[in-house]
């Protein structure tokens, strides 16, 4: 399984980000994922999860990140609003054949090589 992140940059505190995270479309990529950020010197940390039945934001991300994915599970995506410069931080993508732990890396059975995301003050 491949997952590929795009989207990351430097923006501006305030601006939003859209990243997406592609896998291919067998159904060996139709599992639950998730996003994680790690910043430097910082571990992984949960930004949010999207299942078939529904998804899942970090709390102190609610109100400004949403998470989607399009029909089959091939394509998610992490709407980024109002970021600000602690955002800052590489975002990964990961697959979760478990289903369960959708909120511990350690859960999860593939990632992405991630995508950096820098918010300038």
């Known amino acids: 399984v491949q997952l590929v992140e795009s989207g990351g940059g430097l923006v501006q505190a305030g601006d939003s980000l859209r990243l997406s995270c592609a896998t291919s479309?067998?159904?060996?990529?139709?599992?639950?994922k998730g996003w994680f950020r790690q910043a430097p010197g910082k571990e992984r940390e949960f930004v949010a999860a999207?299942?078939?039945?529904?998804?899942r934001i970090a709390d102190s991300l609610k109100g400004r990140f949403d998470i989607s994915r399009d029909n089959d599970m091939s394509t998610i995506y992490l709407q980024m609003n109002s970021l600000k410069p602690e955002d800052t931080a590489v975002y990964y993508c990961?697959?979760?054949?478990?289903?369960?732990?959708?909120?511990?890396?350690?859960?999860?059975?593939?990632w992405g090589q991630g995508t950096q995301v820098t918010v300038s003050s």
């Open positions: 479309t067998d159904t060996f990529s139709r599992y639950a």
């Open positions: 999207v299942t078939w039945s529904g998804s």
């Open positions: 990961g697959q979760n054949n478990k289903g369960y732990g959708l909120t511990r890396a350690s859960s999860y059975d593939y």
